[in-house]
């Protein structure tokens, strides 16, 4: 019985990791499409948008079905809980990836960034690369010990949305009030996407000591 | 042994219906904070998203035990799970009214809407109102023929939304690009806050029905 269990675990686990591979070439993705324009790489995020989403639905059914046969309690019942969040969480990711996505889509044959915002956008698109890159090493290694450098690229993914908000609110701001809404959003969407990869690495990291980490 | 178990729903059932109470008037006040500059409506927003918190960590700790002690598999166990997805919707409506009443004590003393903006602005706090006093319903009462009528609400908030972009983007617009992000901020939070709601409708109609609601 035992073994059944881990290795529904296992499977389990490993959709996980698909999941967190595809929200990570999602962004990454979304990020080419903005700065260079391209809409074969946006649509290419709108449709994985779809495997992500259905990847959702079926690990949380994977999960449910575990809790019901297996009626696991303490520990193994929080890792279970845990589990279902922690799709929530990625799924939510892939949402964020498809609404960057959108916004090079409506902006196409433009690129949706101006020059000048360039920099921190392609800034912002690396700090979530190399974010969810460690978020996938803890999914997978469960290293741990990534904990930390997970919440530093966090901060240093606050600090680019004040960067944009800072450049949009320049004087020298010349692009109007329709690329500054796009920056604004485009910085609420890459800030909410780092915000989820940290909530699973802390899921994550629930999963392998027993314990909460600090926020 | 069902005795207990039924009571402990009910109770859960209770905090429930207190949590959707709370970030109705959360919003309600993050409305008003915005619309009249009110400093202290702003700061007892923020003071209520902690109490939010708090009950929402105790209701699905208490869920937890409920799985944890009960062992329910099949529908009852879907009700436990759809109820610690529902109160994490809950959680993040609070949160959405902390950003709203966040705007309002950034702005003050002045009000962060300017004039041509309070008339969509408070549009979308009585859409807001009004939607999360008919998910409150069905909640407490779970009349689940509200159903159609929240996701009706959703799209006027949508639509809202997309009024409150035709107004900052027109060439009259003469408030400048902070208050154009203002807006664009405020909108998003809007229309979060609405969708959250609607989630938090259909994960009820799915407790009392056993059937998902159609998208």
Redesign the interface.
């Known amino acids: 019985m035992r073994d059944v269990y881990h290795d529904e675990l296992d499977d389990i686990g490993k959709g996980v990791i698909e999941m967190t591979n595809l929200v990570a070439i999602a962004m990454d993705r979304a990020t080419s499409a903005l700065l260079d324009a391209n809409l074969a790489q946006a649509e290419a995020v709108m449709a994985a948008d779809k495997r992500i989403d259905t990847l959702r639905t079926d690990l949380e059914e994977r999960t ?1 079905q575990v ?2 046969r297996q ?1 696991p ?2 520990t193994d ?2 890792v279970l ?1 845990s589990t ?2 922690l799709t ?1 969480d990625l799924e939510r990711m892939g949402d964020l990836a498809d609404h960057v996505a959108k916004i090079a889509r409506l902006r196409f044959p433009e690129s949706a960034v101006p020059e000048e915002a360039r920099d921190v956008i392609s800034q912002m698109g690396e700090v979530a690369r190399s974010l969810v890159t460690k978020v996938a090493d803890v999914v997978d290694g469960r290293d741990i010990a990534l904990a930390q450098a997970i919440e530093a690229e966090d901060d240093s993914m606050d600090a680019l949305r004040r960067k944009l ?1 800072t450049l ?2 320049s004087p020298n ?1 010349s692009r109007g ?2 690329a ?2 796009d920056m ?2 485009l910085g ?1 969407y890459y800030e909410r996407y780092a915000d989820h990869a940290v909530a699973v690495a802390r899921h994550t990291i629930f999963i392998v000591t027993g314990r909460r980490p600090e926020h």
Do not use: G, K
Request: a positive charge.
């Open positions: 449910f809790i019901s009626q309690v303490a019942l929080r809980i279902i969040h929530a908000f949009v609110l701001w009030t329709e500054a809404i604004t959003l609420r």
